[in-house]
């Protein structure tokens, strides 16, 4: 979201910034304890965990690639990396 500087930081520190970036856009990052990773905020890893889930258990009840690309609208080197990724780490 953009926000203007002078209506949200003090006088001396604004100067401060103008020294290095006078009138031009800048991003400042989150501090790393307030950062969540990819996918946390909206949900979107969990869904594609839940989904390779499936894939693999679908998978080891018998179904073969081809059935799961159908089913899941994915290529043949996506469901092979999501069975054999779900594999390992399920074997530990």
Known sequence: MYRNAEEILPDHLLREIQKYIDGQEIYIP??????VGWGESNGTRAFLAERNWTIFRTYQDGANIDQLMSMFHLSYDSIRKIVQKTRRETAI
Request: charged share 65%; no cysteine; aromatic share 0%.
């Open 30 to 35: 989150k501090r790393s304890e307030t950062r």
